[in-house]
């Protein structure tokens, strides 16, 4: 009688309510379920700072960070808004360039202008988007895509800010250390930022706008206004991430508006998990070592890149953060009956 009937149960088992985001807790270790692996993705990019070695990997750190807030960014407007963005680059450009113009013509310092460069840079973008946010669909990447290739071949032709040699001599971040924490803190903080708001009520008429957007109009509601609220939300991380490379080089070039911030985002999604928020962030942590390790083999990394993007395609279409959810949630302790 001693001996008694053992079995497995699930680690959600108890815990979930009719959804992924309802929970029932009665114990720490139900808790500890939940806090876990957000506990653990806050604190392991916390940690980079103080794991990379030596002034380079610093610095590709903070490329990290600014990819990472590029794919999140792009996750959330392809995936909730419905706007698959391909012109990415065109954020990074005229967030970097108003920042540098700021700094070079008045001296405004970088805690001046990167903020104003964030803001007046996706006010900027949103309204040079606004006409061809009716379009839907593979019209509206292909537009996307050829507004940084325009403004590029535009700044070389006219020789406008700098022409093909820039602006240089801008006010640099002197602390490495400042630096690396400010863009992750800022990562983290729009990480969990839309992962809170595409699960409030906005979230879903984002989701509507998507799945069929003659719902949403049926409704009274402003298509376009929650449309151009997408692109404004992901603007700002954009234009944030060239302000911040801006002066964390001094110097801003034609090299803002190239094609590696606009297809490295859509790896990292791919990789990483669609639709999921944080599983573009963990696709970030992974291609941007593996892709610094590939430097010397140049233009061959583009190439890498779409070889993985179609090996998750088709082999592998969840993504590393859905496939190590769905694990996590699968997994099974004994019990006693």
Known sequence: MNDMIQRKKRIDRGIKVRSDTIYALSSLKDLAYLLAPRSALILGVLLLPLL???????????????????????????????????GMAFFVGTGGYISGMLNA??????????????????????????????LRGVYFAVISFVYPLLVSKLIAATGAFGGTDGITGLSMIPNIWFSQYLVLGILLLCTFGLRRLVNEDIGL?????????????????????????????????????GAYLSHLYGWVGLSLLAMDFSI???????????????????????LVPVSELLRSFAGLRMIFYSMLIVFFIIFWR????????????????IVRV
Not at 59 to 71: K, Q, S
């Open 205 to 241: 008429v984002f989701r509507g706008i998507k799945d069929n957007d003659q719902s949403i109009r049926a409704s009274g509601m402003n298509i376009t206004y929650y449309k151009a609220l997408a692109v404004f939300i992901t603007a700002l991380m954009g234009c944030f991430a």
């Open 264 to 286: 490295f985002p859509l790896a990292a999604v791919v990789v990483g998990g669609v639709g999921t928020i944080a599983g573009p962030l963990i696709g970030t942590l992974i």
């Open 318 to 333: 969840e993504g590393i953060l859905n496939w190590a959810r769905r694990k996590y949630e699968q997994f099974e302790y």
């Open 52 to 86: 990379v070695p030596g002034l380079y990997w610093q610095r590709v750190l903070c490329l990290m960070g600014i990819y990472g807030l590029l794919a999140i960014a792009l996750d959330f407007l392809a995936n909730f808004a419905g706007l698959a963005c391909l």
């Open 105 to 134: 013509t008045f001296g405004l310092p970088t805690v001046i202008t990167i903020p104003i460069a964030t803001f007046v840079g996706a006010l900027f973008c949103t309204v040079a988007l606004l006409p061809c946010l009716p």
